[in-house]
Each structure stands twice: as C-alpha cells, then as structure tokens.
Nanobody, 124 residues
Framework: QVQLVESGGGLVQAGGSLRLSCAASGRTFSRYTGGWFRQAPGKEREFVANISWSGGITDYAESVKGRFTISRDNAKNTVYLQMNSLKPEDTAVYYC?????????????????WGKGTLVTVSS
C-alpha cells in the first residue's frame, strides 16, 4: 500500500504564504504523477495542480495560476505546493493525490491514491 501524508497547513493572513508537502511512503511507485486538490466548506473537491515525474510538465487551475507553484523532490518522494498571495477563498482542506504512472494527461480524472488532507485557513 502507498500512503500519502500532507503537512504544512495552518492559519495565515490574506497575502501571506504557506508551503504544503506531500510525502509518499510504503510501496512507492517507480514513477508517479503527483498533485493537489482542495475542498472548501460546502463545495465540491476541485483540482489545484499536478506535476509529472520529471517535473517538466505542470498544470494549474486558473484560480491559482501565478500564485501557486508545484514542485517535487523524487529523492525524497515528496511533492510540494508553494502558495503565495493567499486569499480568503483559498481556505480549504488540501488533499495530496497521485497516479501511478508518468502520464500527466487527464491526471485529475485518474487519481488512484489520496492523502487525508491538511487544512489551510486564510483570514481576511
């Protein structure tokens, strides 16, 4: 089994920054495409960003482009989400997710592994 564990959530003021981490452990993949979703109170879970195994291909939701940056360190089996210029509407539980291949196409529809989530709260 593969476990995905998020960390780095918390409370921050609008305009501030946070960095989320997602560490994969257990029977890790030889290669995987990782990324993030989020779910705000009363709303459906939505795609945030994903990154290919090499890190050379990334994709972002329009709402976070220019503010969030996804990256990864394969030696540490960890995917990161740097969040800058945070807004109150970014408040949500952020979930790490993974697909057990190196194909970033349609990633958001093929997620097979999920973390339990970390809460990000942005105050106005």
């Amino acid at each position: 089994q593969v476990q995905l564990v998020e960390s780095g959530g918390g409370l921050v003021q609008a305009g501030g920054s946070l960095r989320l981490s997602c560490a994969a452990s257990g029977r890790t993949f030889s290669r995987y495409t990782g990324g993030w979703f989020r779910q705000a109170p009363g709303k459906e879970r939505e795609f945030v960003a994903n990154i290919s195994w090499s890190g050379g291909i990334t994709d972002y939701a329009e709402s976070v482009k220019g503010r969030f940056t996804i990256s990864r360190d394969n030696a540490k089996n960890t995917v990161y989400l740097q969040m800058n210029s945070l807004k109150p509407e970014d408040t949500a539980v952020y979930y790490c997710a993974a697909v057990s291949d190196d194909n970033p196409n349609n990633w958001r529809y093929r997620v097979g592994y999920w973390g339990k989530g970390t809460l990000v709260t942005v105050s106005s």
